[in-house]
């Protein structure tokens, strides 16, 4: 039998399940090399050659080199292993999840001073009567309701 | 005389708490409304600082990376490093534990039937640090032993809110069993409702938090039927958190028949950075 997914249809999210782990194995286990000093500095000293030390996929390196979180969300990171390029970079919690959302960061911090993005029409896609995305990419990028 | 659970408290970890208070921002006009909060959480923690605290948390692919994923730990060494989880480690103490009481934990809740996995080298992160830093500001040691529980709630599948409280029922027991005299409280971290990932980050759900806290206080054992998905849809993907809640809440002794617990403070805010502020304490 199927696992049950019920959260499939929850727009702008994805759950890290079993199935986004396995796909994100080495970008995830990539993020928790940066938990060192000496790894961050190697890092940002030439991306590409330290990505390329990892067995993760073009896909998922061109990823981080974008710094293009939805997309990495997608190819299977989880945003707590993907905060530790964020901390590289110098960037807040709020930074990363303003980059995700397609507001400005001040936008996006006056939508939180404003009481966040409201969950009604961001429940479902069948709240605005779109059909579920299927595939893990849709899921990643479908667009969240406005505050 | 034996050990005893005598209050549990429910706390959000926000790591934008602790960048805040180890950058002595706690007075600009972003951050006064959410510390001036926490305030009788502190004076009440002054008056009430127990031998041990079992601080339930969980690690954000800290210490556990995708080589291990335990759904339950439980910390028994003697101390626990800070965690550098990117930014460099926070300016806090590291944390002193208490390896007889959390061996004696382990081995009663194993005997109830709980498969915790037990843990010696532990590097604590945001989770575990930022609840004591708003409950005891900035000492230059921690008032007291801890006792880490990480709890998975990163990586599907997470446990449920019933096994949380039963969890919770199985600590106290075992906290009773201890022949020494120890005050203990437990405290549940995370959440509130908070989205830290895709377009739809952002999301605050104020009605389900207030709502959440009610429950907890007056009705637990409805609470820990509530599935994973209504987490998910009302209180944002990162909102899973609070099923730890349940973990200190099933501790308190009215769930062993003893009268309900006392609320000494209440507190909500938002925001803090991305996430719904909230701040509880029961006693026994």
Redesign the interface.
């Known amino acids: 039998m199927a696992i049950d997914k019920?959260?499939l249809d929850?727009?702008?999210?994805?759950?890290?399940?079993?199935d986004q782990?396995r796909h994100g194995?080495w970008l995830?286990?990539f993020?928790?090399s940066?938990?060192?000093?000496d790894n961050?500095e190697r890092f940002k000293r030439d991306e590409a050659a330290y990505l390329d030390e990892w067995a993760m996929t073009a896909d998922q390196k061109q990823a981080v080199l974008d710094r293009d979180?939805?997309r990495m969300?997608a190819l299977g990171g989880?945003?707590?292993?993907l905060?530790?390029i964020?901390?590289?970079d110098g960037k807040?919690?709020?930074q990363?999840?303003?980059s995700?959302?397609?507001m400005s960061e001040d936008e996006?911090r006056d939508?939180?001073?404003a009481?966040?993005?409201?969950?009604d029409g961001?429940?479902?896609v069948r709240e605005s009567g779109e059909p579920a995305p299927t595939t893990p990419e849709q899921?990643?990028?479908?667009?969240?309701k406005p505050? | 005389m034996s050990a005893r659970i005598s209050a549990s408290v429910y706390t959000s970890h926000v790591?934008?708490i602790g960048?805040a208070i180890d950058l002595g921002k706690t007075d600009e006009p972003?951050w006064r409304p959410l510390f001036d909060g926490y305030d009788p959480a502190k004076e009440w923690f002054t008056a009430h600082t127990p031998d041990v605290i079992i601080l339930v948390y969980n690690d954000?692919?800290?210490t556990f990376?995708?080589?291990i994923i335990p759904t339950f730990a439980i910390g028994t060494a003697a101390e626990y490093a800070v965690?550098?989880?990117?930014?460099?480690p926070r300016p806090v103490p590291d944390v002193v534990g208490h390896p007889e009481l959390a061996s004696h934990i382990a081995y009663s809740v194993i005997q109830q039937d709980f498969d915790l996995t037990i843990v010696n080298r532990l590097a604590v992160d945001h989770g575990l640090t930022v609840p004591l830093s708003l409950m005891c500001g900035q000492p230059s040691a921690w008032p007291c032993q801890v006792i880490p529980v990480p709890v998975n709630v990163?990586?599907?599948?997470i446990p449920s809110g019933q096994r949380c409280l039963d969890l919770g029922q199985a600590i106290r027991r075992a906290v009773e069993s201890y022949d020494d005299d120890l005050d203990v409280q437990i405290w549940g971290t995370g959440g509130m409702?908070h989205?830290?990932?895709?377009?739809?980050?952002?999301?605050?759900?104020?009605p389900?938090d207030q709502a959440f806290l009610d429950e907890l206080i007056a009705a637990p054992t409805e609470l820990a039927k509530k599935p994973?998905?209504d987490y998910?849809?009302?209180a944002g993907?990162?909102g899973i958190e609070l099923v730890m809640w349940l973990i200190a809440r099933g501790a308190m002794s009215d769930l062993a028949g003893g009268p309900l617990p006392t609320v000494r403070h209440r507190f909500y805010h938002?925001?803090a950075?991305?996430t719904?502020v909230g701040n509880l304490i029961l006693e026994n």
């Open positions: 019920p959260y929850v727009p702008g999210t994805t759950v890290f399940d079993a782990s194995y995830n286990q993020c928790m940066l938990m060192s000093a961050r979180m939805n969300i989880n945003i707590y292993f905060a530790k964020g901390a590289t807040s919690f709020q990363m999840a303003a995700m959302t397609g996006y939508m939180m001073v009481g966040g993005r409201s969950p961001n429940r479902s899921r990643a990028t479908s667009p969240g505050a | 790591p934008a960048v972003y954000h692919a800290t990376s995708l080589d965690a550098d989880e990117g930014w460099g990163v990586h599907y599948p409702s989205q830290l990932q895709g377009p739809r980050a952002g999301l605050i759900n104020s389900f994973h998905i998910i849809r009302e993907s990162e938002v925001p950075s991305n719904a």
